[in-house]
Structure formats: structure tokens, C-alpha cells
């Protein structure tokens, strides 16, 4: 049943082979033998996820089933969900039980999904390996010394070990694509504003966006009906037609053009990676597609301007965690200067302090011009290189991240060689492009162990459906999206 | 003294009468229970994000446009970052460089003399909650009823120059805010308030002094007595060779004195930028004619139209205009009356005034209203009563005896115009009083007023005034 799509599962539900209570159960037996090492979930609550199975059983009987009713899905510990521990990985919100549910957990509420738990992650979503969780770092299941990736790296092993059917992540700089990347599955950012913000705790405002992980497109799309929508809460929500983004699935590829842009295989990208990509690239050359090379040539600006903007937003965005209201608190202070920076340097991790103080740094009085307003204009010509690509092709692609998963602790003293695992995916953020990973291989990592490589595809605003079709395509002639890790049966 | 000049300029904080705060669903009202009107985008919990309330930008955009303001097209939301334990999200969100009203006017009367105050720009901007001193020992609490309630600040240009202008514009702009409907006006809740700053320069001098600013003064008199004192003290200061340092005051009403709460070295550097969560604001052409449509007629155009329609004089028509409730008393009193309009002016400015004065009340809890005084005067207007005779009429309006009519029946207050029945007691009057009759025709005039009084007297009042003159003279000449 583990390796089932989401579409077989419903089928297999509505058909009463097996009921949501069994497949849930399964579920959290195998969280309950293998997350102790993984360490995937940060909060598993059987009785909340087996009173939503039961739930969606009934739905089911009355014949009230959607595409997702009954099946169980993990949460990225981001999303408030109303009764549960919503931590963001972080000390700071240890015991904060969210009173109300996310735009994103309403939706998978309403569509009957069960909640398997909340899924471990980078503090804040800050990082590139889940090594700055306060909850402890996450196994990549594919080798379980290296990292799983972040920030959803909870979410990305979840799934590739079988933890869940599929599984939320939020995409800031490459959250959800990289871990798609490293621990091989496939993960979509849609166009900033698809998804709701709200009760999404908030890391970089103008760049955060929700959106699937699961082990393929179809899965995707079927998420995807579920997820998007205009919410009225949240102001950068787009108010758009709701879409039926399993629409363009079995289209055929041919007259599509691809484009690669030469900035994506230049200095910088692991070799093995390099001949993975470029086998998918003839995969799809076979598959009808044209090929063309394009080139962004401010690619190479957009980790630096990234982390000027999202530390800014950022930086202001964390400032709510004071200890006043809700979170952690010092437990003795002198006076209220003393309560707020105990409170904070106790609550908040290195990650998250480092870019705090970016950040402020970056927006104070004589820096702003130079820093902030500078890192605006770029991103503006950042969108514009898209821009005119997208006079040329349909679709680019290129490597997700410039490597294979890492080894834990590899990375962990040098920030900026960490920051470059988001080269080729921060650039889609800051355009507010859709962008996806997908399966497309494995190379050898130093020590010869064969590692996921994921396959990126940057598609232009509101073009998921073709997105997903493509990928689609791809995953009818190939099976890496189905290979297993060792070890998780 | 003579010879310094003294330069102020005003930020007065406005709140709107919306339904609802500026980025949530919670409500304003109050003296509420504390933190019952807080919801969860009120508090800041992790994951909410703010939606901007429609409402406060309608009235933002009134105002906009009753002080002949630009109104701008694309307006931004900025952070303003600091701590405080009242500002729950550690920033508060108000417009920076893009305002939503820029530069517009308002004039002022002081004296017998106008002036036009610029203004600057008005913008939006949330408030932030309340601190809770003393409710238990060694703690502090924290209400955030207030939190998200949306203000439009006004800045005005430093171009007053006197205690008395500055709370000459601080009474117009009350009274306009609350003539075009966005804010209450109640002082004593903090629906206005004004930061005053001053600073002095010797006369002739172009370059302007450094300025203090006056905090959160919330009555005008505080206004006047904080802007003289402070005034005062700056001058003082300089003429003993000292030097001002900019720094925020407060004025203290117990001393009558302004001391400084923190200085310029100690501001924060509050790091504005752009509210990611928020659009910019986009304001149409179609928008503003549309709420152009709701506003009422302004108080300078009522008032240049009662001295054109009315034949009312300039004093009357600023008095009439002085705040919306008087002007729409007096324009329902007119419209009932269909009379002379400077009889109507004198009742409201007069008799009205007087009682309302007397009784500490305000207009709209008159007992007497715009009917019932229209009807005493259509009886003034038509002779049924002389105006001596309306006076108590009115007095027993306002006691709550019923209309004129049924007053002036009830207590036979009708005017007598009977020309025999004067001359009847006209002709007693003379009789009995002949020692008068002989001083007046002894040549003092002052006799004949008394003959009139006395006649008035006979007929209880009752006598029409004109007639009894007219008789008694003839009668007195044959």
C-alpha cells in the first residue's frame, strides 16, 4: 500500500478494499518503528489522526469522498493546525498549540486528508539541511548519515521513507525542492500568491509559498486541486479561477520548447549531477520537446540579493516572538529590556540569529539605499532575465541543487557554502515563478554512494498544469520516482 | 520677548469611526472588558497576516478630499520596527513615504483674520494597545482592545505662530473630522489627539530653531497652557545662553510645566520598509468621485452660501457653521420655518445657545428642536406673540409643555391687536396716570416710554407693541 499513488489509495478507499482507519494505522506503525532514527515527525498525535480517519470512513460510506478524503498526509510544522503543537522548529514555540487552523490546513481539512503529524524542519525554515531544527536533525533515508535538505526536510523523508502518502512543504529560497532534490521525490513551489498564507508562520513574506511533495506529478496535481484557492485573509492571495491542474496529464510533449539556461551548468555543479540533468534534457528530446539555450544572466545575483530580503523581512517578521503574549520566555530577568533578549537569545537558534541580525543590519538608517532598495532593483531585472526567456521557451530546466545530499555536519560551520545549495532555486522565489524537482537519477557522492538527483523545471506564472504534464511524461518513461531507499520496508 | 518669534507645527492622531480595526475583524468600541476585543491577528499569533479594512481608507480619502488634498494614486504600508510590550507584532504598520493624502489646506479664523494652514500629508497608520500599570503587584498587564484601531495622523507645515493659532487649527480640524463623519471626537477617550511641536527664532531670522514636540495633549486648554509654557522656557532657556536640544516632551496639567521624556540620541532607529503581507494601495479617479458623491457640503461652502442665500452676515454664518450640529439645526429650523432667515439665526445663535450653554448640553439633546422652534417662530413672524411674549413661550417649549401653539392657546399669550380694544386700554392708562401725561408734554420724552409700559402692563403683555406706540401718540398729540 506504502507505494501506491494517491489516485490507486482513493480508488482503494471508495472501493472498500481498505479503510482510512487501516491505511492511517499503517502509517503510524511505521512512524512508530522508523521516525525514532529519521526523525521525519517533530509532533505524531494517533488520536487526533485516527478521529480524522474515522472521519473521512464515514464521508466515505455516504458516499460524500473526494480525491483525498481518508488518505493520510504529514503537515510541515510551519502550518498552524488548531489542537496541535505548531513549533516551526524552533525553541521559541515549544509548547505553542496553535488555536486556529492554516488556509492550507483547512483546505486538506475540508477535503477529508488525515493529518499523520507535523513534520520536522529548519528553525524557521532557515536552512538548507534541517540541522538548525531545535528538534533534531532528520536522516536522509536514502543514506542515514547525510541530510534529508531543507527547510521541509521533514516532509522530504516522510516521504521517501513512506511515512505518509504525501506530505505540505513551504518554498522560501528552494525549501521544498531541494529535500525533493536530495531524498528523490518530486516537490512544487507554485506562483507566489496560489496559496494561502495565512497561519503559514511567516519567514520571508514577499517569497514564502506553500506547495506538494509527494512521489509524483499526479500525486502533485491531485494536491494541488486541493491547496490553491483565494483566501481573503491573506492579501497576496491572487483571486484566480480555481484550476483542475490534473487537466493537461497524458499531453503529448511534442512542439514543447525547453530551455536551458548556461548559467545553470556552469562552474559550481557536481559533475554526476551535471550528466543526470543532461540525460533527462535527451529524455526529453525523445519525448518531442525542442531544445534551446537561454541564459539569466543575473542568476549569480541572487544569493546575495536573497539574503539581503528575506533576512529584512525576515528580521521584522520574528520580532512577535518576545516573550509577551505566547512562546518562550526567560525564566528570571531584571527588567523588560532583560525579559526580551534572554527571552530571545534563549528561544532562538544560530541560524535564525545570524539572519536576524542581517537583516536588521541591512534596513537600519545609512545601509537601507545600499542594501535593501539595491536588492529590490535587482530582483526586478532577476524577473525580467525570466521574462525574456519565456520569450523563447515554454519551459526551463536545469538541476535542482548543485549537489547530491551531503554528509550531516558537513556544512554546518560554513553558512555561505550552505547558502549556495539554493543557487539554481532562489532566483525562481524572487521572480514569484512556479518551480518543481523532480526525480530524474542518482550520482555518485565522494564516497561512492549512489545518491537521488532531482531535475528542475521553471515553468512561467500560472503554468502548474503544463508543469506537472511535463513532468508527467517524464515519470511514463522512467521509473526513478518509484525506486525505494534500503532499509525503510 | 518682543523679539522672538515662535514656529508650530501640528501631527494630530485621528481615529476612525470605522466598524472594525484597520487590519482585523475585532471592533473598536470602547471600554471594553481589556483584551475581549483582540482576536487572533490582534495578538499576533504566529501564521496571521493583516487585511486592510476598506472603511478607514474611505475615510482617509473624505478627509482627503475636505481639505482639498491630493489624493494619491498608489499609497504604501510600511513597517515601523520596535519593541514594546504593547505592540504586539514588534512593528506597527503605518504609511512611510507614500502617503494616502498629501498636501492640502485648511483655514483658520483668529481674530478677525483668516490664515491658511497647510497641510502636509495625512496618512494611515494602526494604533498600539495599552499598558496596564498597577493592577498587581511587581507585574504589568497588557490590553490590546486598542491594538489595530485605525488612525489617520495629520501633519500640518510649521506655519502657526502663536499658542492661539495652533489651537485655532486644532478646534477647526476637530470640528471638521467629526463634520465629515470618520472620527467622534471624543478627547477624553484619545479619539484626538495632538503632538505640538514648537520652536522659537528671533524675529527676521529665516533658519528655524531647533523644535521640541509636545506629546499627546488631548484638551485644547492643556494645548494653549503647554504650547505658553513651553514657549517660555525655550526662550529663557536661550536668552541665558543655554542651547535646545530636540527632544519628545510631555506637559504635565498638575504644574502647567512640559519636561522631556527622551531625547534624540536615544530614538529608535524604527528600520521602515515596505509590509510584504500588504499590496500597495491603489486609489482610482472612480473611487474618489464615488465617495466624493457621500460628503457632505463643507463648512466653508455652507458658510460663504448662508451670507449669499440668507443675507446672513459673516459672523453668522461662522457661528451657524461652526460644527455640523448646529448647522443642521439651524437648517432644519429654517426649512420648517420658511421665514426670515436672521430671525431663525438670532433663536439658534441666542436663545438656544444660551439654555444649551446653561445646561451643559449639546445641540442634538435640545429639548426644543428644529419643529417645535420653527413653529414659535412662524408665531413671531405672523404677530400672533411679540417676541418679549416668545421668550416665555420658548422657556415652557423647553420645559416640555408642547408646542408653541398649544402653549400660547392654553396661557391666552396671544397678542392683542384689536385697535378699539388697545384704545380702550389705552385711554385707562391715561386716566390714571396723568402726572406722566403732563411730564411728557412738558417735553421729556422718557414719560412717553413710561406710558408705553404701563399699557403693556395692562394688557398682560398681550398688546401688540407697534400699535400701542401708534395710539398712545396719536392720542397724546390730541
Same mark, same amino acid.
Do not use: G, H, P, T
Given at each position: 500500500m506504502i507505494n501506491h499513488s494517491l489516485k490507486h489509495l482513493a480508488s482503494m478507499l471508495t472501493s472498500k478494499e481498505v479503510s482510512s482507519v487501516e491505511l492511517t494505522q499503517e502509517y503510524l506503525n511505521r512512524i512508530a518503528r522508523l521516525n525514532p532514527e529519521i526523525n521525519a515527525y517533530i509532533t505524531v498525535d494517533t488520536e487526533l489522526s485516527l478521529a480524522q480517519a474515522r472521519a473521512a470512513d464515514q464521508r466515505i460510506a455516504n458516499g460524500d469522498a473526494g480525491p483525498l478524503t481518508g488518505i493520510p498526509i504529514a503537515q510541515k510544522d510551519i502550518f498552524c493546525a488548531k489542537g496541535w503543537k505548531t513549533t516551526c522548529g524552533s525553541k521559541m514555540l515549544e509548547t505553542f498549540i496553535a488555536p486556529y487552523d492554516a488556509g492550507i490546513v483547512e483546505h486538506f481539512n475540508a477535503a477529508g486528508a488525515v493529518n499523520l503529524g507535523k513534520t520536522n524542519m529548519d528553525e524557521f525554515a532557515m536552512g538548507s539541511s534541517n540541522e538548525t531544527s531545535y528538534f533534531g536533525k532528520v536522516q536522509n533515508p536514502w543514506d542515514r548519515t547525510r541530510v534529508p535538505g531543507g527547510s521541509s526536510g521533514g516532509s522530504a523523508a516522510a516521504v521517501a521513507a513512506r511515512l505518509c502518502a504525501a506530505a505540505t512543504g513551504t518554498d522560501t529560497g528552494g525549501s521544498i525542492r531541494q529535500p525533493a532534490s536530495l531524498c528523490g521525490l518530486s516537490g512544487l513551489k507554485p506562483t507566489y500568491g496560489l496559496t494561502s498564507r495565512y497561519g503559514m508562520i511567516a519567514f520571508a513574506s514577499s517569497l514564502d509559498q506553500a506547495g506538494p511533495m509527494a512521489h509524483s506529478c499526479e500525486d502533485m496535481a491531485i494536491m494541488m486541486n486541493a491547496m490553491t484557492g483565494f483566501d481573503q485573509r491573506d492579501s497576496t492571495s491572487l483571486q484566480r479561477e480555481k484550476e483542475d491542474y490534473t487537466r493537461d496529464l497524458g499531453k503529448p510533449l511534442a512542439g514543447l520548447r525547453v530551455g536551458l539556461p548556461k548559467e545553470y551548468f556552469a562552474e559550481g555543479l557536481d559533475a554526476g549531477v551535471a550528466k543526470v540533468i543532461e540525460a533527462a534534457v535527451d529524455e526529453y528530446r525523445k519525448l518531442g520537446a525542442e531544445i534551446v539555450e537561454i541564459s539569466l544572466p543575473n542568476t549569480m545575483l541572487s544569493i546575495p540579493v536573497y539574503y539581503v530580503l528575506a533576512p529584512a523581512e525576515a528580521s521584522s517578521n520574528l520580532s512577535r516572538y518576545d516573550g509577551v503574549r505566547f512562546g518562550h520566555r526567560a525564566a528570571?530577568? /531584571? /527588567?523588560l529590556m532583560d525579559m526580551y533578549c534572554k527571552s530571545r537569545a534563549e528561544g532562538f537558534g544560530a541560524e535564525v540569529k545570524r539572519r536576524i541580525l542581517i537583516g536588521t543590519y541591512v534596513l537600519s538608517a545609512g545601509y537601507y539605499d545600499a542594501y535593501y532598495l539595491k536588492a529590490q532593483q535587482i530582483r526586478r531585472l532577476i524577473a525580467e532575465d525570466f521574462a525574456k526567456a519565456f520569450e523563447q521557451c515554454d519551459l526551463i530546466l536545469g538541476p535542482t541543487a548543485p549537489s547530491t545530499a551531503f554528509k550531516a555536519g558537513e556544512k554546518a560551520d560554513d553558512p555561505v557554502s550552505m547558502y549556495l545549495q539554493d543557487i539554481y532555486t532562489i532566483a525562481v522565489n524572487l521572480a514569484g515563478l512556479p518551480g518543481m524537482s523532480i526525480p530524474a537519477g542518482f550520482a555518485p557522492a565522494a564516497d561512492g554512494k549512489e545518491l537521488p538527483v532531482g531535475l528542475q523545471v521553471i515553468g512561467n506564472y500560472f503554468d502548474e498544469a503544463r508543469m506537472l504534464n511535463a513532468g508527467h511524461a517524464y515519470q511514463q518513461v522512467t521509473d526513478w520516482h518509484t525506486r525505494m531507499p534500503e532499509g525503510i520496508a | 520677548m518682543s523679539s522672538w518669534e515662535v514656529v508650530i507645527g501640528l501631527e494630530t492622531h485621528v481615529q476612525l469611526n470605522t466598524k472594525s480595526k484597520i487590519f482585523s475583524g475585532s471592533s473598536i468600541a470602547f471600554g471594553a472588558e481589556p483584551n475581549t476585543q483582540a482576536n487572533v491577528v490582534d495578538i499576533a499569533l504566529p501564521g496571521v497576516l493583516p487585511v486592510l479594512n476598506k472603511e478607514a481608507v474611505q475615510c482617509a480619502i473624505r478627509f482627503g478630499l475636505a481639505v482639498n488634498a491630493e489624493i494619491a494614486p498608489r499609497s504604501v504600508f510600511a513597517r515601523k520596527n520596535y519593541f514594546y510590550p504593547d505592540l504586539p507584532k514588534g512593528y506597527q504598520i503605518s504609511q512611510y513615504e507614500l502617503p494616502v493624502v498629501g498636501k492640502g489646506t485648511l483655514t483658520i479664523e483668529v481674530g478677525d483674520s483668516e490664515k491658511i494652514i497647510n497641510i502636509t500629508r495625512a496618512h494611515l497608520e494602526e494604533d498600539a494597545g495599552k499598558s496596564v500599570h498597577g493592577a498587581s503587584p511587581g507585574q504589568s498587564g497588557i490590553d490590546l482592545n486598542r491594538a489595530g484601531t485605525p488612525l489617520l495622523e495629520i501633519v500640518t507645515e510649521p506655519?502657526?505662530?502663536s499658542a492661539a493659532e495652533a489651537v485655532a487649527y486644532a478646534r477647526k480640524l476637530h470640528e471638521l473630522v467629526q463634520w465629515i463623519n470618520i472620527c467622534d471626537g471624543n478627547m477624553q477617550e484619545g479619539s484626538f489627539r495632538c503632538d505640538v511641536n514648537v520652536s522659537v527664532r528671533r524675529k527676521g531670522e529665516e533658519k528655524f530653531g531647533t523644535r521640541r514636540e509636545i506629546k499627546n495633549l488631548n484638551s485644547f486648554r492643556f494645548m494653549q497652557q503647554a504650547i505658553e509654557y513651553e514657549t517660555r522656557w525655550q526662550i529663557e532657556t536661550l536668552e541665558d545662553g543655554g542651547k535646545i536640544e530636540q527632544a519628545t516632551v510631555l506637559f504635565n496639567p498638575d504644574t502647567g510645566e512640559t519636561r522631556a521624556m527622551r531625547s534624540k540620541e536615544e530614538a529608535n532607529d524604527y528600520r521602515y520598509f515596505p509590509d510584504p503581507d500588504l499590496l500597495p494601495l491603489a486609489v482610482s479617479a472612480a473611487d474618489i468621485d464615488v465617495i466624493r458623491a457621500t460628503l457632505p457640503e463643507l463648512p466653508s461652502a455652507m458658510k460663504a452660501r448662508f451670507e449669499r442665500e440668507h443675507g446672513l452676515s459673516t459672523y453668522d454664518a461662522g457661528a451657524l457653521t461652526a460644527s455640523r450640529a448646529i448647522a443642521d439645526y439651524f437648517t432644519a429650523t429654517l426649512q420648517v420655518f420658511g421665514g426670515e432667515a436672521k430671525l431663525a439665526a438670532n433663536w439658534v445663535m441666542g436663545n438656544v445657545s444660551a439654555k444649551l450653554n446653561e445646561e451643559g448640553r449639546v445641540i442634538a439633546d435640545a429639548p426644543v428642536s428644529p419643529a417645535l422652534l420653527a413653529g414659535l417662530l412662524k408665531r413671531i413672524a405672523d404677530n400672533t406673540i411679540s417676541s418679549k411674549i416668545a421668550k416665555d413661550v420658548f422657556e415652557a417649549m423647553w420645559a416640555g409643555e408642547g408646542d408653541a401653539d398649544a402653549i400660547i392657546e392654553r396661557k391666552g399669550l396671544k397678542q392683542v391687536t384689536d385697535t378699539g380694544a388697545i384704545e380702550a386700554i389705552v385711554d385707562e392708562v391715561l386716566a390714571a396716570n396723568a402726572a406722566m401725561v403732563e411730564e411728557f408734554r412738558a417735553g421729556k420724552d422718557k414719560a412717553f416710554n413710561a406710558l408705553v409700559g404701563q399699557t403693556m402692563k395692562a394688557s398682560k403683555g398681550k398688546a401688540n407693541p407697534a400699535q400701542v406706540n401708534e395710539i398712545l401718540k396719536r392720542k397724546l398729540a390730541g
Open positions: 528570571e530577568y /531584571d /527588567d | 506655519d502657526m505662530r
